[in-house]
T-cell receptor, first 115, second 112 residues
Framework: DAGVTQSPTHLIKTRGQQVTLRCSPK?????VSWYQQALGQGPQFIFQ???????QRGNFPDRFSGHQFPNYSSELNVNALLLGDSALYLC??????????????FGPGTRLTVL | GESVGLHLPTLSVQEGDNSIINCAYS??????FIWYKQESGKGPQFIID?????DKRQGQRVTVLLNKTVKHLSLQIAATQPGDSAVYFC???????????FGGGTRVLVKP
């Protein structure tokens, strides 16, 4: 049973560039959530995708966008990168509609460094 | 791997002792709480969860206690082992949505 996978593991970009991060959910899951984790802090919710639609969004600017594909995998895109976007980006998957659990399972993350 | 939680409060525990990690949550509407463990260079790993209609839940070597009156959550780890060294986060979910809101985290260091 494959867990949540993310790619790439590490990424270095310069200010103003654009980046795309990828996530494959845990087998059987249909919902993907993205979080940003700065050093020394807990993860902050960016947005969640279900049925290829953005279902809920946190307090992040429009520079952060996403997409979910028919196979439930997802991408996070960040435009016009700022130094402050340097962080660990985490993807979490879950199964919506299952009343027994709302548990989100996390991938290993993508470490983004903006220079 | 990168270091998680450079400025987090730290709990130092002797191997074999019990650990208690505390968390205060803010939203009285939250109805589901989860404890995650995060090791350096890894994503958060699910440990145990509890619904708001419960005040205690036990797992293997772990117990979560929920006090809704004071909006407090705790994680107890029995017979702490070196592999328990990590940063621990509590997270809450409201009935209105599925987004996790994380607390600030506590670093646990297990001394041999």
């Amino acid at each position: 049973d494959a867990g949540v996978t993310q790619s790439p593991t590490h990424l270095i970009k310069t200010r103003g560039q654009q980046v795309t991060l990828r996530c494959s959910p845990k087998s059987g899951h249909d919902t993907v959530s993205w979080y940003q984790q700065a050093l020394g802090q807990g993860p902050q919710f960016i947005f969640q995708y279900y049925e290829e639609e953005e279902r809920q969004r946190g307090n992040f600017p429009d520079r952060f966008s996403g997409h979910q594909f028919p196979n439930y995998s997802s991408e996070l895109n960040v435009n016009a990168l700022l130094l402050g976007d340097s962080a660990l980006y985490l993807c979490a998957s879950s199964l919506v509609g299952d009343p027994s659990t709302d548990t989100q399972y996390f991938g290993p993350g993508t470490r983004l460094t903006v220079l | 791997g990168e270091s998680v939680g450079l400025h987090l409060p730290t709990l130092s525990v002797q191997e074999g002792d019990n650990s208690i990690i505390n968390c205060a949550y803010s939203n009285s509407a939250s109805d589901y709480f989860i404890w995650y463990k995060q090791e350096s260079g890894k994503g958060p790993q699910f440990i145990i969860d509890i619904r708001s209609n419960m005040d205690k839940r036990q797992g293997q070597r772990v117990t979560v206690l929920l006090n809704k009156t004071v909006k407090h959550l705790s994680l107890q780890i029995a017979a702490t082992q070196p592999g328990d060294s990590a940063v621990y986060f509590c997270a809450e979910i409201t009935a209105a949505g599925n987004k996790l809101t994380f607390g600030g985290g506590t670093r646990v260091l297990v001394k041999p």
